[in-house]
């Protein structure tokens, strides 16, 4: 009889794919380690499989598998009141969104991932996704507001690191006296 890998031993293999750059095989080792959770009754670890499918597929420019994998997840997240990954989720979707062009949409799901990222205490997570809402922002033209988004996501940095300490205070500055 074969042995059976399990469903994490399987996410441990993709996540090392993942870190080499190997998409296809992370995309086949997250879809086999969400799928035997699922089998499992883990509700929680397949949603995270998933995300971690989306993040793979966006690697691969496969915008719509991406978006497919996440639907739903940030639902399970927040059922399990797990708001940091609630917000991750939601994070994901957005930036499936936004490769499909779908900027409006992206741009309210980037706001919900923010919002929640803030009631979860993740400050560093929340100023990674106000960066990419204010790259979506310049994206669309509207430059007040990716001024705007960047200057949310940097408030609330407890410990910046030196690229934030300095984006701070070009931000903050007074260009006009």
Do not use: H
């Amino acid at each position: 009889m074969i042995d059976q890998i399990s469903p994490q031993n399987l996410a441990d293999q993709a996540k090392l794919a993942f870190e080499r750059g190997d998409y296809p095989t992370a995309i086949k080792g997250f879809t086999e380690a969400a799928n035997q959770f699922l089998a499992d009754g883990n509700a929680l670890m397949t949603a995270e499989m998933k995300n971690n499918l989306c993040v793979a597929y966006l690697q691969e420019k496969k915008a719509k598998e991406a978006l497919e994998s996440v639907e739903g997840t940030d639902q399970i997240f927040a059922g399990a009141r797990d708001l940091r990954r609630q917000g991750m989720a939601l994070a994901n979707k957005a930036a499936a969104l936004q490769a499909l062009k779908r900027k409006e949409e992206a741009a309210e799901f980037y706001e919900k991932s923010a919002a929640v990222l803030e009631q979860a205490g993740e400050p560093e997570l929340k100023a990674d996704v106000y960066q990419a809402l204010a790259g979506l922002e310049v994206s669309r033209g509207k430059m007040v507001d990716a001024v705007t988004a960047m200057q949310s996501g940097l408030m609330g940095v407890e410990k910046p690191t030196l690229k934030q300490r300095i984006l701070k205070k070009l931000l903050f500055r007074r260009l006009w006296k």
